[in-house]
């Protein structure tokens, strides 16, 4: 009788550890303790400023009750706050873009998005192509049908590095004329977006390939010309320019933020954000926070982002192939 007791003793134990696992619990509770965001970047910037808005919007709307904190992990291109997440449990978070997928194709991190728990894609900023406002090139299909003819004529402005979405989205567009990437002139400034802007504006560069907010008020100031946009259809304000798809190149390119939680995650802890989450992207401060960033909501739940992000990396890889980055 007491071994029987013992044996049911044990089980019970053992069934309060599993319940607690991974952060939860021990009766199923979910968050049980403060929720922490990791911002993989310093603070300003996109990764930062969507960490705090997604705290800042979950709280003022009373979505989640438990405390959330942001914090700040910068380095390597996101690798370190990423690295910080895949040892943490289920109330640990972070936001992510295309680099947690770029930086593991380049060979410059061990970590992918299958080393995750991805559980939402919020929002999107678009690419532009722009040239000086007396460049010769009134079309984006002007501009590649010279760079067909002879690719080191034009002179490509990019930053902070090649593999990024910048570069990436330029080398499909272009590959779509039939322009080996390979062949292309890029010119690389470790400044990012506004260094970019600032050698066109100075005629050190033909065209830029960079994200819309780095040129949209140039180009309404009259400054620059934007020849076109990656998104599917024509943005408010920018009436005047064409998206890629109307010039004939069938590619929408989307500069998306999400957000992930560590790996091994319980489906329930999975159903709580996409609750809270769906909730958070239809609320009026959501929408205001896009509108002040030039950013398009992209809102994909935890099975979509899944399986967006695996279409990302396919993608992803057969353009960094092309472009050659990889020997």
Request: glycine residues 10%; contains cysteine; negative net charge.
């Amino acid at each position: 009788m007491l071994k029987k007791w013992g044996i049911l003793l044990l089980a019970v134990v053992f069934l309060t550890a599993c319940s607690a696992s991974n952060g939860s619990s021990g009766d199923g509770e979910y968050p049980s303790k403060n929720i922490e965001i990791v911002a993989p970047a310093s603070p300003g910037g996109g990764w930062d400023l969507t960490a705090r808005s997604v705290q800042k919007i979950l709280k003022d709307n009373e979505l989640v009750a438990n405390n959330i904190n942001v914090i700040n992990k910068p380095g390597g291109g996101g690798e370190v706050g990423w690295s910080y997440l895949s040892t943490k449990d289920s109330h640990y978070l972070a936001v992510n873009s295309s680099l947690v997928l770029t930086n593991n194709l380049l060979g410059q991190s061990k970590l992918t998005h299958k080393d995750f728990t991805p559980l939402a894609t919020l929002a999107t900023e678009w690419q532009a192509i722009a040239v000086s406002v007396d460049s010769p090139y009134e079309s984006v299909n002007d501009l590649f049908e010279q760079i067909k003819k002879d690719p080191k004529s034009i002179k490509i402005g990019v930053g902070p590095g090649l593999g990024n979405d910048d570069h990436l989205a330029f080398v499909q567009a272009t590959g779509m004329k039939g322009v080996n990437a390979k062949d292309l002139n890029f010119l690389v400034y470790d400044g990012g977006g506004g260094d970019v802007v600032t050698a066109l504006l100075g005629n050190h560069v033909d065209v830029v390939t960079t994200s819309l907010s780095e040129v949209k008020e140039q180009h309404l100031a009259g400054k620059l010309k934007i020849l076109s946009v990656s998104s599917e259809e024509r943005l408010e304000e920018l009436e005047d320019v064409p998206t890629l798809q109307e010039e004939g190149l069938d590619m929408v390119f989307p500069h998306w933020r999400g957000i992930m939680g560590p790996p091994n995650m319980t489906e329930a802890e999975i159903q709580y954000w996409d609750e809270k989450l769906g909730e958070m992207v239809e609320s009026e401060e959501w929408a205001t926070l896009l509108e002040n960033n030039d950013w398009d909501t992209f809102y994909q739940n935890s099975s979509e982002t899944k399986q967006f992000m695996d279409e990302q990396e396919k993608l992803y890889k057969d353009l960094i192939d092309k472009s050659g980055l990889i020997q």
